[in-house]
């Protein structure tokens, strides 16, 4: 039953998201053209994320907390392929319902690169819209700090994945001018992924113990039955004149890695990006 | 705007949604946490095979003193009489409001009284870095307090180096008790100037260690060995007498038990304290936070050294020798070196 729940919750995030630009215009995507006609854009963006977890190896309480996360990526795209590298990093204090009189904060330091590679499938008749369907790979790194914990504190997390993505974009017309909506999910299907052993030991003792060396040393592969990250992205994209371009949006990530015990992680990013064409 | 205005909204309001997607957080029940205290030490203390406790048993005698009416002091209390059944120092309990630590409550002597030393040993004596020290007549003296405290290369050299010019000084006493501490960089540091000579042939095995990997009381790993391999660093000087008492604890333990291996090393004093210096430390779901040992440990002969390291010869301060202003353990440790 509680599955069940989780199922439909997870549907509505889904649907939700893109159903809020429903009733923006449309327009096609403008930007200088390449030699080989392709839009190239440089992204670099900040954004304001609500973040909470629930991780065994450091307590039975969900934590939350807020953060400034920031972005750097570069997008390629003509009318048959769509490429983007974004690489995301973000910081936050987090904490839980507890006494006042113990420590109980958790400094979460996540980043990601993701790079999409889709194609355009013309699926729809109506030319304002499209899709795109491809691949993902995905590379994550979060180290959550939990002083209190001493020396259980630091809990590492490592995925790289690969997976699949789709993208609906709708030319759109913001203020007479030519812009553009996209709503897209992507999912892995096989991740190598890491975290730390029982007890969440680190080998302090032994002095030539290194951490790196157990991060990759724990490593396992998997499907989503042992580590999925649902990221969901929706973005309207304001052209200038020149070229360039504004994205506004709103990003939803959810993750769940299953080794010896569970860690749940979610982040709902409101994202302001500056698209620098080039 | 509106549109704007009404999307931050609903990604607003998205977020409250996680809760039903995430596992809630575990009740703060006196019965579940206290539940929670039994099932975490069941399968996360790794020293139930060499303590013989029976936990289940201790559960069974437990569980009826709990009830979910009691107050968190009383719960406290109750956890810390079960917990305290593990005779561990290196178990611990902390609820915000008081903190839990088991005390030796045995008649051993702690073999150490700083004042004495302070008034009749320690005049002239000098500081480099965290090391104190001074020569008694032709005898080396060294007191390192707390591995805690960072020692660097250069200092350890502005001590050997000092010892070494003096060509009258053949033997030293390093006394490390009352070291209570959780760092092991020093120790190595320490060791490697602990050899025979420069160029001594001999890998020294100071300890193994041994860490939980399930749930069973006997899942641990493999023993993992720690050695200390040959070097060239300037040595101490070679007849070497290493001072301990039960204040010796933490990775200091594992200092004395792997100095016992040298063969120019002696260790005397009283039994060390135990402990490895590597405690984890586990969050309840009520915020109290619960210690426990994160491994197993045993010496180079093979010995369980969490509960202590037994010293070459014992020497015990007597109530009388303190009284008479006199560290008995320095002073044989000195007629001895002399001869």
Same mark, same amino acid.
């Given at each position: 039953?509680?599955?069940?729940?989780?199922?439909?919750?997870?549907?509505?995030?889904?649907?939700?998201?893109?159903?809020?630009?429903?009733?923006?215009?449309?327009?096609?995507?403008?930007?200088?053209?390449?030699?080989?006609?392709?839009?190239?854009?440089?992204?670099?963006?900040?954004?304001?994320?609500?973040?909470?977890?629930?991780?065994?190896?450091?307590?039975?309480?969900?934590?939350?907390?807020?953060?400034?996360?920031?972005?750097?990526?570069?997008?390629?795209?003509?009318?048959?392929?769509?490429?983007?590298?974004?690489?995301?990093?973000?910081?936050?204090?987090?904490?839980?319902?507890?006494?006042?009189?113990?420590?109980?904060?958790?400094?979460?330091?996540?980043?990601?690169?993701?790079?999409?590679?889709?194609?355009?499938?013309?699926?729809?008749?109506?030319?304002?819209?499209?899709?795109?369907?491809?691949?993902?790979?995905?590379?994550?790194?979060?180290?959550?700090?939990?002083?209190?914990?001493?020396?259980?504190?630091?809990?590492?997390?490592?995925?790289?994945?690969?997976?699949?993505?789709?993208?609906?974009?709708?030319?759109?017309?913001?203020?007479?001018?030519?812009?553009?909506?996209?709503?897209?999910?992507?999912?892995?299907?096989?991740?190598?992924?890491?975290?730390?052993?029982?007890?969440?030991?680190?080998?302090?003792?032994?002095?030539?113990?290194?951490?790196?060396?157990?991060?990759?040393?724990?490593?396992?592969?998997?499907?989503?039955?042992?580590?999925?990250?649902?990221?969901?992205?929706?973005?309207?994209?304001?052209?200038?004149?020149?070229?360039?371009?504004?994205?506004?949006?709103?990003?939803?990530?959810?993750?769940?890695?299953?080794?010896?015990?569970?860690?749940?992680?979610?982040?709902?990013?409101?994202?302001?990006?500056?698209?620098?064409?080039? | 705007?509106?549109?704007?205005?009404?999307?931050?909204?609903?990604?607003?309001?998205?977020?409250?949604?996680?809760?039903?997607?995430?596992?809630?957080?575990?009740?703060?029940?006196?019965?579940?946490?206290?539940?929670?205290?039994?099932?975490?030490?069941?399968?996360?203390?790794?020293?139930?095979?060499?303590?013989?406790?029976?936990?289940?048993?201790?559960?069974?005698?437990?569980?009826?003193?709990?009830?979910?009416?009691? @107050? *968190?002091?009383?719960?406290? +209390? /109750?956890? =810390?009489?079960?917990?305290?059944?593990?005779?561990?120092?290196?178990? %611990?309990?902390?609820?915000?409001?008081?903190?839990?630590?088991?005390?030796?409550?045995?008649?051993?002597?702690?073999?150490?009284?700083?004042?004495?030393?302070?008034?009749?040993?320690?005049?002239?004596?000098?500081?480099?870095?965290?090391?104190?020290?001074?020569?008694?007549?032709?005898?080396?003296?060294?007191?390192?307090?707390?591995?805690?405290?960072?020692?660097?290369?250069?200092?350890?050299?502005?001590? @050997? *180096?000092?010892?070494?010019? +003096? /060509?009258? =000084?053949?033997?030293?006493?390093?006394?490390?008790?009352?070291?209570? %501490?959780?760092?092991?960089?020093?120790?190595?540091?320490?060791?490697?100037?602990?050899?025979?000579?420069?160029?001594?042939?001999?890998?020294?095995?100071?300890?193994?260690?041994?860490?939980?990997?399930?749930?069973?009381?006997?899942?641990?790993?493999?023993?993992?060995?720690?050695?200390?391999?040959?070097?060239?660093?300037?040595?101490?000087?070679?007849?070497?007498?290493?001072?301990?008492?039960?204040?010796?604890?933490?990775?200091?333990?594992?200092?004395?038990?792997?100095?016992?291996?040298?063969?120019?090393?002696?260790?005397?004093?009283?039994?060390?304290?135990?402990?490895?210096?590597?405690?984890?430390?586990?969050?309840?779901?009520?915020?109290?936070?619960?210690?426990?040992?994160?491994?197993?440990?045993?010496?180079?002969?093979?010995?369980?050294?969490?509960?202590?390291?037994?010293?070459?010869?014992?020497?015990?301060?007597?109530?009388?020798?303190?009284?008479?202003?006199?560290?008995?353990?320095?002073?044989?440790?000195?007629?001895?070196?002399?001869?």
């Amino acid at each position: 039953m509680f599955t069940l729940k989780k199922t439909l919750v997870t549907l509505v995030f889904l649907l939700i998201t893109p159903l809020c630009f429903a009733q923006i215009n449309d327009e096609e995507f403008p930007g200088i053209l390449t030699d080989n006609e392709y839009v190239r854009h440089i992204l670099i963006g900040a954004a304001g994320a609500y973040q909470s977890f629930y991780d065994e190896s450091i307590s039975p309480a969900r934590y939350e907390g807020f953060g400034p996360v920031f972005s750097l990526g570069h997008i390629k795209q003509d009318n048959y392929i769509y490429t983007e590298l974004i690489l995301q990093g973000s910081v936050a204090n987090h904490t839980r319902k507890g006494s006042d009189l113990l420590d109980s904060k958790v400094k979460v330091y996540n980043s990601g690169l993701d790079y999409r590679h889709l194609y355009n499938f013309n699926l729809f008749n109506n030319l304002k819209y499209y899709f795109h369907a491809g691949g993902i790979i995905s590379a994550n790194f979060m180290m959550k700090d939990a002083p209190q914990l001493e020396n259980s504190a630091k809990l590492y997390e490592y995925a790289l994945s690969l997976g699949i993505c789709a993208r609906v974009s709708r030319e759109t017309f913001f203020n007479k001018k030519k812009g553009f909506v996209m709503w897209d999910i992507s999912f892995p299907l096989l991740a190598n992924f890491s975290r730390p052993v029982y007890n969440n030991r680190v080998e302090y003792l032994d002095p030539e113990n290194s951490l790196i060396g157990d991060i990759f040393s724990n490593s396992k592969i998997g499907t989503f039955n042992r580590y999925y990250k649902i990221s969901s992205r929706v973005f309207a994209t304001y052209p200038l004149d020149n070229g360039n371009a504004i994205r506004f949006g709103y990003q939803w990530n959810y993750s769940r890695v299953q080794t010896f015990n569970r860690a749940f992680f979610a982040e709902h990013n409101v994202v302001l990006a500056f698209l620098f064409n080039h | 705007m509106k549109k704007i205005i009404y999307i931050a909204l609903v990604a607003v309001l998205l977020t409250s949604c996680e809760k039903l997607l995430m596992p809630k957080s575990q009740s703060t029940g006196r019965v579940e946490v206290f539940e929670e205290i039994w099932k975490t030490i069941d399968e996360s203390y790794p020293l139930f095979v060499q303590t013989n406790v029976n936990w289940d048993s201790i559960h069974a005698e437990f569980r009826n003193k709990v009830f979910d009416t009691m @107050t *968190e002091r009383q719960l406290y +209390d /109750t956890c =810390i009489d079960m917990l305290s059944l593990l005779y561990d120092a290196e178990v %611990s309990l902390d609820a915000g409001f008081a903190k839990y630590y088991h005390i030796d409550s045995g008649n051993t002597p702690n073999n150490f009284n700083k004042s004495i030393l302070e008034r009749n040993y320690w005049q002239g004596i000098e500081r480099t870095g965290p090391l104190l020290h001074k020569v008694f007549d032709s005898v080396a003296y060294v007191y390192y307090e707390n591995f805690d405290e960072t020692l660097t290369d250069a200092q350890l050299e502005v001590v @050997t *180096e000092k010892f070494g010019l +003096d /060509t009258t =000084i053949n033997s030293i006493i390093f006394d490390v008790r009352n070291n209570k %501490s959780t760092k092991v960089e020093n120790i190595f540091r320490l060791c490697k100037q602990m050899g025979i000579d420069s160029f001594f042939k001999y890998n020294a095995l100071l300890y193994k260690v041994a860490y939980k990997n399930g749930p069973k009381h006997d899942d641990l790993t493999k023993p993992q060995a720690t050695f200390i391999e040959q070097n060239d660093k300037r040595k101490f000087p070679r007849r070497f007498i290493l001072l301990t008492n039960k204040g010796t604890y933490g990775t200091a333990n594992l200092f004395a038990a792997g100095a016992s291996n040298y063969p120019n090393i002696r260790v005397w004093g009283g039994k060390t304290g135990g402990g490895s210096g590597y405690t984890i430390v586990k969050e309840l779901s009520n915020g109290w936070k619960l210690y426990l040992p994160g491994c197993y440990t045993e010496g180079p002969f093979g010995m369980c050294i969490n509960f202590g390291a037994e010293p070459d010869s014992a020497i015990i301060i007597t109530p009388a020798d303190e009284a008479n202003g006199v560290d008995r353990i320095i002073d044989a440790a000195l007629n001895e070196l002399r001869k």
